[in-house]
Structure formats: structure tokens, C-alpha cells
Antibody
Framework: QVQLQESGPGLVKPSETLSLTCTVS????????WSWIRQPAGKGLEWIGR???????NYNPSLKSRVTMSVDTSKNQFSLKLSSVTAADTAVYYC??????????WGQGTLVTVSS | DIQMTQSPSSLSASVGDRVTITCQAS??????LNWYQQKPGKAPKLLIY???NLETGVPSRFSGSGSGTDFTFTISSLQPEDIATYYC????????FGPGTKVDIK
């Protein structure tokens, strides 16, 4: 059974860079697209972007200028960096595995708070 | 960008009622539409993919239909465990979600 686990700092200062890693277990990271999705408290879901194991990426246009994703197949991990964060970036961040545009496997989510 | 709308934003229904949620895309997305259920504190769960296909293990009281710009999600007989927020999501181009419909028991 594929499992995903997000990890990273739960608190980030304004203007700094949010960094999260998703570790995949129970299956290979290879040959799939992997996405990051976030959800501010009490609000809806926002797709941040996705990365293929070749390193090819697609980002949400609203976040594109601040987002960088990477993948480390040797560690079965992929990562998200979001720069110049503000309070509006406070959210639960999920990683998920793409299956032709849908997400069946999700991490449990990790809360990232942007505050000084 | 493709914008998704959902209605209603919330609803209350009795156990056993038929519940219908609609989702509209700002442009033709064929059948590239999924439905998710999210319970508080949990990750979303995929229920319906490609507009009308029931994900493995999902109860048959859930169904979806539609194509193009207009889609419908139905719970044929609402159960207490169906209390959740439901989201549509398109993947015709870059993915995006609808704003969600919160379902409560009356």
C-alpha cells in the first residue's frame, strides 16, 4: 500500500521560504506525477503544482513565480519550496500521487503557519 | 485558467434523502472531472473519477454524471457517515477545484 508522509517546519517567518518534503513508501516514486495541494483553515483546496520523476514540472499560475519542486528518486522523495511567504500561505499542505488527473493516494497533511 | 463553481455551498438533508450537488466549469472539460469527499481533519478521498466512474471500494449510493461544462454528483440515500464537504475537480488542463459543498444531517 502506497503511503505518503509530509515533513518540514511547521512555522515559517514572513518573507522566508517554506520547504516541505514528501516521502513515499510502499511503492516506487518512479513513473508517476506527484502533486502538492494546500488548504487554508476553513477554506477550499488549491493545487500548487506537480512534478514528474523526470523532473518535469507544472505549477499553478497564481503561485508559479514563487514555487520550485524537485524530486529525489534515490530517496523516494519529492519536495516543495515556496518563497517569499506571507500569512496567506498559512495552510495544511498535502502531497499526493497523480493518477491521470486525479489523486487517490494522499499524505495526512502538515500544517504550516507563517508568522514572526 | 478553468474556473469551477459548485452549488449549493451547503445543504442539510435527512438520513435517506437523495442529495444532489452540481458543478459547472467555465469551459468545456469533456469528462475530465473528479469528485472528492473530505471529512474534518482528513485528506480528501477520491469518490468519482472521469465524471461518472465510481472509485473502487466506494459505496454505490454515490454517483456522478455530466460532460462538457455541467456535472452532477448524487448521494442516493444520505447516511450519517456522509457528513463531509464535497469538492469537484477538473483536470482538462492544469487542475483546479470547485469551492466545495458542505453536507450536514438535518
Amino acid at each position: 500500500q502506497v503511503q505518503l508522509q509530509e515533513s518540514g517546519p511547521g512555522l515559517v517567518k514572513p518573507s522566508e521560504t517554506l520547504s516541505l518534503t514528501c516521502t513515499v513508501s510502499g511503492g516506487s516514486i518512479s513513473s508517476y506525477y506527484w502533486s502538492w495541494i494546500r488548504q487554508p483553515a476553513g477554506k477550499g483546496l488549491e493545487w500548487i503544482g506537480r512534478i514528474y520523476t523526470s523532473g518535469s514540472t507544472n505549477y499553478n499560475p497564481s503561485l508559479k513565480s514563487r514555487v520550485t519542486m524537485s524530486v529525489d528518486t534515490s530517496k523516494n522523495q519529492f519536495s516543495l519550496k515556496l518563497s517569499s511567504v506571507t500569512a496567506a500561505d498559512t495552510a495544511v499542505y498535502y502531497c499526493a500521487r497523480d493518477r491521470k488527473g486525479s489523486w487517490y493516494y494522499w499524505g495526512q497533511g502538515t500544517l504550516v503557519t507563517v508568522s514572526s | 485558467d478553468i474556473q469551477m463553481t459548485q452549488s449549493p455551498s451547503s445543504l442539510s438533508a435527512s438520513v435517506g434523502d437523495r442529495v444532489t450537488i452540481t458543478c459547472q466549469a467555465s469551459q468545456d472539460i469533456s469528462n475530465y472531472l473528479n469528485w472528492y469527499q473530505q471529512k474534518p481533519g482528513k485528506a480528501p478521498k477520491l469518490l468519482i473519477y472521469d465524471a461518472s466512474n465510481l472509485e473502487t471500494g466506494v459505496p454505490s449510493r454515490f454517483s456522478g454524471s455530466g460532460s462538457g461544462t455541467d456535472f452532477t454528483f448524487t448521494i442516493s440515500s444520505l447516511q450519517p457517515e456522509d457528513i463531509a464537504t464535497y469538492y469537484c475537480q477538473q483536470y482538462d488542463n492544469l487542475p483546479s477545484f470547485g469551492p466545495g459543498t458542505k453536507v450536514d444531517i438535518k
